[in-house]
């Protein structure tokens, strides 16, 4: 059983930058970041096989979006910079201990954290 627990959400302008944390209880190899806005599905905006650190991002946030890990304190981190309003949404930490390549859709991981809401203003 992998916790995860988010923290760093809020509300920023156009334009601006944060930076999500998770939190989680025990070393996973495939970990993500996804968000959900509000009458939309749950879309990938980041994602980390750990193994080797192979990344994969969507366009909509490629260039702007960094998923990066603190092994020795089981810490995921999303650096969100030149954030959008269409960048607005409950954003979700995500983990897989088993898998053997980067995953990118929501189906493929079976723990999850609670959530934190990023807002942007325009």
């Known amino acids: 059983q992998v916790q995860l627990v988010e923290s760093g959400g809020g509300s920023v302008q156009a334009g601006g930058s944060l930076r999500l944390s998770c939190a989680a209880s025990g070393y996973s190899k495939c970990m993500g970041w996804f968000r959900q806005a509000p009458g939309k599905e749950r879309e990938g905006v980041a994602s980390?096989?750990?193994?080797?650190?192979?990344?994969y991002y969507p366009n909509s946030v490629k260039g702007r979006f960094t998923i990066s890990q603190d092994n020795a304190k089981n810490t995921l981190y999303l650096q969100m910079n030149s954030l959008k309003p269409e960048d607005t949404g409950m954003y979700y930490c995500a983990a897989e201990p088993r898998c053997w390549r980067v995953l990118v859709s929501a189906t493929d991981y079976n723990y999850w954290g609670q959530g934190t809401q990023v807002t942007v203003s325009s």
């Open positions: 980390i096989y750990t193994d080797t650190g192979t990344t």
